[in-house]
């Protein structure tokens, strides 16, 4: 067994062509075929978010820090807190990312899935 803290794993920053503001991810596990799940950290700061997107399995997103803020299309702006997690089905077009005034860190589980970037949340709908 092997103990690690998130600031163990390498970072990258959050491509701009999907992300609105700074993010940063941390790779934390299963990168290497043929693993079916994958576990990312994801760091917003204040106000950063992903675009709508969707994905071909589900998502499960455990916040880590702070404040997740989160919409399903058609569906209110939502948000969950430390401790809180949001289960995202296949399919179901969605963005998430940290609250106005704060940062917010979640781990990602992606269960064997493909991501399909959509089009940059607005400000309009970030605000909901």
Known sequence: MKRLNAEDFDSRPG????????????????????????????????????????????????????????????GPVEEAGTGETVWVHAGEKHWHGATPDAPMAHIALNVALETTWLEAVTDRQYGG
């Open 15 to 74: 491509d701009p062509a999907y992300f609105t503001g700074a993010v940063t991810l941390r790779p934390m596990g299963g990168t290497e075929a043929p693993s079916s799940l994958k576990l990312i950290r994801v760091e917003f700061t204040p106000g950063a978010r992903t675009h709508w997107h969707t994905h071909t399995g589900v998502q499960i997103l455990f916040v880590a820090a702070g404040r997740c803020r989160y919409q399903h299309e058609g």
